[in-house]
Each structure stands twice: as structure tokens, then as C-alpha cells.
Nanobody, 120 residues
Framework: QVQVVESGGGLVQAGGSLRLSCAAS????????MGWYRQAPGKQRELVAA???????TYADSVKGRFTISRDNAKNTVYLQMNSLKPDDTAVYYC??????????????WGQGTQVTVSS
């Protein structure tokens, strides 16, 4: 069993910053992928930023230059630094972790989500 816990959401004014954290724990042999997704009301969930085990990063075009994903391998934790926030960034942010278990099986795990609200 693997647990994924997010933190760091909240209310911020446009132009402000927030830092999200996502920690994975449990029966983990290797973490292959850690990523942040978001879902705004009435919209589909979309990828915001992700990082592979090799350190390759991917960003949505809408957040390039404003958001930065980083990872602490020792803590199995991924961060999302969000700067120059806009009202359009308002959404529930979810962390996804793809792990290989000690039995060498790969599974996806999602966190419970954290609300980010950007006021204009």
C-alpha cells in the first residue's frame, strides 16, 4: 500500500505565490513518475507539471515560466512552486505518483487533492 499526501494549497491574490508538496510513503521500491494535475469546476483534469525518475520535466504551456517542479528523492517528495499566479490557475491540484512495488509491479496512486484559489 502506498499513501500520497498533498499540502500547501490555499487562497492567494493574483500575482502571488504558493508552494505545493506531495509526499509518497509505503511499500515503494522505486518511484518512476511524480506529477501535478489540476481540475477546475466544469473542466477535465489536466497535467500541470511532471518529473520522471530520470529528472526529465514536462510543463503545460499555460504554466511554463511561472511554475517549477522539483523533487527530493530521499524524502519521496515532489514540490510545485507556483509564481505569478492567475485566477485561471484556480483549481483542485492533485498529485499522481507512479511506483514500482517490491514485487516489481507498477501502480498509479493519487492524492486527495488540495484547493488553490487565486483571487483577482
Amino acid at each position: 500500500q502506498v499513501q500520497v499526501v498533498e499540502s500547501g494549497g490555499g487562497l492567494v491574490q493574483a500575482g502571488g505565490s504558493l508552494r505545493l508538496s506531495c509526499a509518497a510513503s509505503g511499500r515503494i521500491f522505486r518511484i518512476n513518475f511524480m506529477g501535478w494535475y489540476r481540475q477546475a469546476p466544469g473542466k477535465q483534469r489536466e497535467l500541470v507539471a511532471a518529473m520522471t525518475s530520470g529528472g526529465r520535466t514536462t510543463y503545460a504551456d499555460s504554466v511554463k515560466g511561472r511554475f517549477t517542479i522539483s523533487r527530493d528523492n530521499a524524502k519521496n517528495t515532489v514540490y510545485l512552486q507556483m509564481n505569478s499566479l492567475k485566477p485561471d490557475d484556480t483549481a483542485v491540484y492533485y498529485c499522481k505518483v507512479v511506483v514500482t512495488t517490491p514485487l516489481i509491479a507498477e501502480y498509479d496512486y493519487w492524492g486527495q487533492g488540495t484547493q488553490v484559489t487565486v483571487s483577482s
